[in-house]
């Protein structure tokens, strides 16, 4: 039998679940882990309601992935009103047992090992983060005016070396903008608290599309680190920055937008062709799962995997 993996207590990967829906992705970003030989444990949390879900609960197990029971975080009514979002992504700020969280997206797989991240230098009261990109390539409306090409972090990337460029005051404004699908942090409860803090009495809150995200660009603001592309590499910019974009460098893809798993059956553009490889990485999570000698396993799969993957 097989040693298991002896993990660094100290510092976890975590992403969080809300519902079934994700498993899949979970299953992968897992996966890809251990491929990459990571001494670092993914521990996920789960809301309430998830926890409530013995079956789900149990599938958790037969996968061996430690959970994170968190409550629910909402920020105060404003005018009888409540931005609902995933804000429960905040959690991990606020666990003080570990020295370093870095937070993943369940959409996300990971290429090459990045265990670095958790030991860059990552100064007290400080985060570190890809730059959101702000190109807006498929024009949607909801987006702000000032989405475009010339404002987007990336685009003053260093082109040979993926570097990203220093965030400077006097940028543009979306320089200040992060992507929370790749974050370093140091938890503590004087963070943690400041968050909520911020949460709950920003005048910008009600009306975030990108919650926490854009919670964090604020209070960080001018206290985040920027990170290559590469530890966060959304798949559209596999097109809109394909001057930047080296397929061999990418450590984190992380698939925004429509999801790999909701259909077996995707171009062969230069982004959607990526799912392919989301789909290999699958292949190898069922053929583990469906020829397991533990049948709670095998029936685990059916129940609580197979309806929320695509069978076609």
């Given at each position: 039998?097989?040693?298991?993996?002896?993990?660094?207590?100290?510092?976890?990967?975590?992403?969080?679940?809300?519902?079934?829906?994700?498993?899949?992705?979970a299953?992968?970003l897992?996966?890809?882990?251990?491929?990459?030989?990571?001494?670092?444990?993914?521990?996920?949390?789960?809301?309430?309601?998830?926890?409530?879900?013995?079956e789900?609960?149990?599938?958790?197990?037969?996968?061996?992935i430690?959970?994170?029971?968190?409550?629910?975080?909402?920020?105060?009514?404003?005018?009888?009103?409540?931005?609902?979002?995933?804000?429960?992504?905040?959690?991990?700020?606020?666990?003080?047992?570990?020295?370093?969280?870095?937070?993943?997206?369940?959409?996300?797989?990971?290429?090459?090992?990045i265990?670095?991240?958790?030991?860059?230098?990552l100064?007290?009261?400080?985060?570190?983060?890809?730059?959101?990109c702000?190109?807006?390539?498929?024009?949607?409306?909801?987006?702000?005016?000032?989405?475009?090409?010339?404002?987007?972090?990336?685009?003053?990337?260093?082109?040979?070396?993926?570097?990203?460029?220093?965030i400077?005051?006097?940028?543009?404004?979306?320089?200040?903008?992060?992507n929370?699908?790749?974050?370093?942090?140091?938890?503590s409860?004087?963070?943690?608290?400041?968050?909520?803090?911020a949460?709950?009495?920003?005048?910008?809150?009600?009306?975030?599309?990108?919650?926490?995200?854009?919670?964090?660009?604020?209070v960080?603001?001018?206290?985040?680190?920027?990170?290559?592309?590469?530890y966060n590499?959304?798949?559209?910019?596999?097109?809109?920055?394909?001057?930047?974009?080296?397929?061999?460098?990418?450590?984190?893809?992380?698939y925004?937008?429509a999801?790999?798993?909701?259909?077996?059956?995707?171009?062969?553009?230069?982004?959607?062709?990526?799912?392919?490889?989301?789909?290999?990485?699958?292949?190898?999570?069922?053929k583990?799962?469906t020829?397991?000698?533990?049948a709670?396993?095998?029936?685990?799969?059916?129940?609580v995997?197979?309806?929320?993957?695509?069978?076609?």
């Amino acid at each position: 039998m097989a040693t298991p993996p002896q993990y660094d207590p100290s510092k976890i990967w975590s992403t969080l679940l809300t519902n079934r829906g994700y498993f899949g992705g979970a299953l992968v970003l897992n996966h890809t882990l251990h491929k990459v030989k990571s001494k670092y444990q993914l521990k996920i949390m789960v809301t309430r309601e998830v926890e409530a879900d013995t079956e789900y609960m149990a599938a958790f197990a037969a996968a061996g992935i430690p959970t994170i029971v968190v409550d629910k975080i909402e920020p105060a009514p404003r005018d009888g009103k409540v931005n609902k979002g995933t804000w429960e992504k905040l959690a991990p700020w606020g666990m003080a047992e570990y020295e370093r969280i870095v937070l993943l997206d369940s959409d996300q797989v990971i290429l090459h090992n990045i265990d670095d991240m958790m030991t860059m230098d990552l100064p007290d009261g400080h985060i570190a983060a890809a730059h959101a990109c702000t190109c807006n390539p498929k024009k949607l409306a909801h987006y702000s005016k000032d989405w475009i090409p010339e404002n987007c972090g990336f685009t003053a990337a260093d082109k040979a070396t993926g570097q990203p460029a220093p965030i400077r005051e006097d940028g543009p404004a979306n320089h200040h903008l992060l992507n929370s699908g790749t974050v370093i942090l140091r938890p503590s409860k004087k963070e943690y608290d400041a968050l909520i803090h911020a949460m709950n009495t920003h005048p910008a809150v009600p009306t975030m599309l990108f919650f926490d995200q854009d919670l964090l660009a604020i209070v960080y603001r001018n206290k985040w680190t920027p990170l290559p592309y590469t530890y966060n590499a959304l798949k559209p910019m596999r097109a809109c920055h394909s001057d930047l974009w080296k397929d061999e460098d990418v450590k984190v893809l992380h698939y925004i937008l429509a999801k790999p798993w909701k259909s077996r059956t995707y171009g062969d553009d230069v982004i959607e062709s990526t799912h392919k490889l989301w789909w290999d990485y699958y292949a190898e999570v069922e053929k583990e799962w469906t020829e397991s000698p533990d049948a709670e396993k095998r029936a685990l799969w059916q129940s609580v995997v197979v309806p929320v993957v695509a069978q076609e």
